[in-house]
């Protein structure tokens, strides 16, 4: 293994390194054991037959247990000052993107810990660029990282065609092996394998599941940044917890209320169905949903569907294609063809996706509407609602589109959902916003 592997990381190794420093993957402490990795507790029943014990909670990184050694080498930060500015990107921001853009790259030169408050089509990546290309021409270390694995496969490309730096890209199943290199796009799980690593990181979608609700993917992103570093958060709908470190000036703020585009966020319209569930087993489902549906398929609309629960996914489409509406796939978390799913619909490829909320935020589909099926379920939070709106009208080609929320009560989140997206177009019809 080159020496560079070990460079600000966390590895388990069978054969400890020429230089390196090792330490117990598993450590007891008052009669307990807890990973060293990922700093959860050894469940009493997470023992080998040897009577060996493992840690269960990061067990996709590979099986860490009591005999294993984790090897590190501090981050050395072997990257050159650039005298030019690696940013290669062709776009040109808006003057609101411009400005939101200067405030982060300015917060970033002060070594401030913020967060880029900005609607969904906002543009928040390419308003990261100046700040981005700054850091990166210090010679730092940079992570742009995700809970959700769709917003870094769609992220990678983008970054590789903006920025002339090498680049690594982390997530489970990849391809390609690991690089040291001055910029990493990973998902927040792949944070547990380093340490101290980063000048900067970038938290895109910092309030999605799991890290919104994961001690342990929340350690992963603090111990990954240098204790000289400091971080900017993304998102369209942060949280309580990170308002109130806004208000408490623990945080920095850019906020921005308008798409990049000029256009207002689309509203989220409520239609009202009785127990849509119930008649899935007939298969059916309520004559309106259908109708709009067979619309969009006269009209070649492309349309997400939403529905609550991956079990939800095969009824659905049954349903669909009990009355003819061909043409649509199902995706979830666990899909092993996922990835190829996402690109087909965002080739044009497939007139329709019913999916779960892996999809609510981070992707970008052109001309897409939403359809939400159970809008009042438990599972569906007003950030996800905002989220899931916010995948209609991105491209400036077409700004326009429907969001339709089919639900048998108004919920309370379905109501704030609405009066965020309300609240925003008001704040973005100030700084010029205009409907499609």
């Not at 230089?19 to 993957?25: D, E, K, R, T, V």
């Not at 990973?35 to 009577?51: E, F, G």
């Not at 030019?84 to 040109?92: A, D, R």
């Not at 996402?342 to 999809?359: C, E, K, N, P, Y």
Request: aromatic share 8%.
């Amino acid at each position: 293994m080159e020496k560079s592997q070990l460079f600000g990381r966390r590895l388990p190794l069978e054969q400890a390194p020429a230089s390196g420093h090792g330490i117990p993957a598993l450590r007891q402490v008052n009669g307990r054991w807890r990973c060293q990795r990922c700093q959860q507790w050894v469940a009493t029943t997470d023992y080998l037959p040897q009577q060996i014990p493992y840690c269960r909670h990061c067990l996709n990184l590979g099986r860490l247990t009591a005999h294993t050694k984790l090897y590190t080498i501090p981050e050395p930060n072997q990257f050159a000052t650039l005298t030019e500015s690696p940013l290669n990107w062709p776009g040109q921001l808006s003057p609101i993107q411009l400005a939101a853009a200067q405030a982060v790259k300015r917060y970033t030169m002060a070594g401030r810990d913020q967060l880029l408050w900005a609607v969904t089509g906002a543009g928040k990546t390419e308003i990261g660029f100046p700040a981005l290309a700054w850091a990166l021409q210090q010679g730092w270390r940079v992570a742009w990282t995700s809970p959700r694995v769709d917003v870094c496969l769609e992220l990678a490309p983008r970054l590789a065609q903006a920025f002339t730096v090498p680049q690594t890209v982390l997530y489970g199943g990849q391809a390609l092996p690991y690089k040291y290199c001055p910029l990493t796009i990973c998902t927040t799980h792949q944070l547990l394998r380093f340490e101290a690593a980063f000048d900067w990181l970038i938290v895109d979608e910092v309030d999605a599941f799991p890290l919104a609700t994961s001690p342990l993917l929340q350690l992963a992103v603090k111990r990954a940044q240098k204790p000289t570093g400091s971080h900017l958060y993304l998102t369209a709908t942060p949280g309580r917890d990170l308002q109130r470190q806004v208000q408490r000036r623990q945080l920095a703020v850019t906020y921005l209320p308008l798409r990049y585009h000029g256009y207002l966020l689309p509203p989220i319209q409520v239609r009202l169905v009785g127990n849509w569930r119930q008649r899935l087993s007939q298969p059916r489902l309520p004559g309106a949903i259908l109708r709009r549906l067979r619309r969009y398929q006269q009209t070649q609309q492309r349309y997400l569907l939403f529905v609550p629960h991956v079990a939800d996914l095969s009824p659905v489409q049954h349903a669909l294609q009990h009355a003819h509406l061909d043409g649509g796939v199902t995706v979830h978390a666990a899909d092993p063809d996922r990835q190829s799913k996402v690109q087909a619909i965002r080739d044009q490829q497939v007139t329709s996706l019913i999916t779960t909320t892996i999809l609510e935020r981070g992707v970008t589909f052109p001309a897409v509407n939403v359809v939400i099926l159970g809008g009042d379920d438990a599972v569906f939070s007003t950030a996800a609602l905002v989220q899931m709106a916010g995948r209609v009208g991105r491209h400036p080609d077409h700004p326009g589109g429907e969001v339709i929320c089919y639900c048998h009560s108004q919920t309370r989140a379905v109501q704030r959902a609405q009066r965020m997206i309300r609240t925003l177009n008001r704040k973005g019809r100030r700084l010029g916003g205009r409907r499609p």
